[in-house]
């Protein structure tokens, strides 16, 4: 009864800590290999996800290799499809069961309740976990942990039950293989393994070394496959085409991360999505010097767990390797972009928290009441952490603002700050911060695709295809920045150009129904009518919901005087956006073209209320009520049109004359 009470107790104080990730939205990364990412919309896609890694992401440079991953998307999109809290909710269930496998491991492996309590409380309400939660893309390190955790309870059953064994080994790799399919940092799970098996084994010496090599044996198997099918296959993939800094660089960098991810453990103030961490070109720097020696000292004490098992240095010694190993990725052949983030700390959590659950048990056994005291304090901090840290993934401008206050020099933060002001409309700090970004990272694609885009809604065109053409030689494979390139054209006049930059979209990826959409309609300008039908219907069988594809083609359909089809189309462009005041003019039109002057007059009403200044709206507006024989409100109307004419279309302005004084005969 008293341990069903903890766990009540513990479930409590986990969903009231995290309670405020919701409703949660998607961020950054979700979007790219998430949100827009149309393969996640339908199960019969998922065997593909284990054959090719384009379906990560409607971006193909951003492909990876991640088949489990994805099948978790398109579970999750089946089940709440683009509600964003769902998502989170998944994310958060993941990493309470993570929790539990904490205790469980630390429960079995040295059999004292208290520790594991500790471990798994440490582990669930850690502040750095949180980026993990509320960062949806990050789900990668969270089900890593799952089955690298659920892996190592396999290894311990597997010596306890010496005769069904085998049937625990063949589950230690099948959840190996998950973690790999996962995650290529999955990778390290053997040394893990390994040092699980050695450390904790109380088997004669002999005996240990045959049955850990049936262990490692097929492990091994399993590795050399993974890696095969990834360099026969998928090798631009995983290489890509140029690396941020070199491999020596990298190495010297990242030995100060070990120290600098268990300094943020201790005190995980000031997270942030980005942090401030230089990169060192030089083995004979100080702290590159003192981060060696430290992972040395470190390494040593986990060669001591194996040689000593029985020594008191074993239980901390396994629990420092298996740190040392789950952040060796980061130290890894090929550099990543980001140098350190706290989403890559996640994977060695399980580790920190049960060297802090050893600690506050040494500290109990010697003061039973500072321990507790001390335990309490900690977890109240982190719950004060935690809220404040989800609050901020409320919003995405607030998180990206929190990225520069500590990395105020990082390319990337300056680029995506700008585009944040982007999106709320403030184009001069948009400019502003992205031109910053441009002079730091000068020449990189992706902070030259944020300028060209700002320049395009600014209207200057000229600048915008200049940055698209650039960015573009750096990244010849953005479809994203070929489509947006081809819009530049399109308002340009420059229509050719435009065809060919979507037909290059398309060569690379054939499914953007962007792509066809856009193609579609810049051949309906060219007079090309059988292309951009076939174009538009294309895009509409990818995308049935694609908002442009159903605008356009009700376009199409209205040129040639299908009024009743094109009306269709209209309404489902509106149904997908009930913020575009065309779409419900051109309903409003086909319904006067159907002699529905009623449902015109409607649709008239819903456009004038997204847009009240939209002259061809009152336009409309005042045809469909003199069909109707009330002619003061069309008169009103017709006077509307004329008060909020723009003087864009000549002919426009000649109807609106016409009818007002035609209405002022009745």
Known sequence: MRHRIYWLAFLALYFLAYASIFPGRFHYDDFHSIRDNSWLTSVSNIPKFFANPV???????????????????????????????????????????????????????????????????????????????????????????????AGLLCVWRLMQEKAAGVWWMVLACLFYALALLTKDSGAVFPGMALLYFWIFSREQTRQKFLRSAALLLPMAVILAGYLFLRNEFFESVFTGASLPRSRLDNLFTELKSYFWYFGLYLWPSGLSLEHGFRVEREFSGALVLLSAAGLAALAAM????????????????????????????????????????????????????????LFIGYVMGKNRSAGIFALALILVFYGAIIFSRSRAWQSESEIWKGAYENAPDNARVLAELGRQYFARGDLDKALRYSLKSDELASGQAPTLFNLATIYMDFGELARAEKYFKQGLEEDAGDVEARVNLAAVYKAEGKMEAAVHELKQALALDPENSLAHSNLGDVCFNLGKMAEAEAELRKALAINPKLELANFNFGILLAGRGDDSQALGYFEKAYEQNAGNADYALWAAIMEIRLNKPQDAEKWAGKALSLDPGYDRAWYYLGIAQKQQGRYPEARRSLANAEKFDRQSDPKLTAAIKNLLKELKKK
């Open 55 to 149: 379906y990560f992401s409607k971006t193909p440079r951003a492909a990876m290799y991640r088949p489990v991953l994805l099948l978790s998307y398109a579970l999750d999109y089946q089940v709440f499809g683009w509600r964003a809290w769902g998502w989170h909710l998944t994310n958060l269930l993941l990493h309470l069961v993570n929790a539990l496998l904490v205790y469980a491991l630390v429960r079995k492996t040295l059999g004292r309740r208290r520790l594991a309590w500790i471990a798994s409380l440490l582990f669930a309400l850690q502040p750095i976990a949180g980026e993990n939660i509320n960062y949806i893309n990050c789900r990668s390190s969270i089900l890593l942990t799952t089955f690298l955790l």
């Open 302 to 357: 986990a060669g001591y767990a194996l040689f000593r098992p029985r020594s008191r240095m074993a239980v901390p010694g396994f629990f420092i390797g298996c740190y040392i190993l789950a952040l060796l990725p980061t130290a890894s052949i090929i550099p990543l972009n980001v140098l350190v983030s706290e989403r890559a700390l996640y994977p060695a959590l399980f580790a920190l928290a049960s060297l802090g659950a």
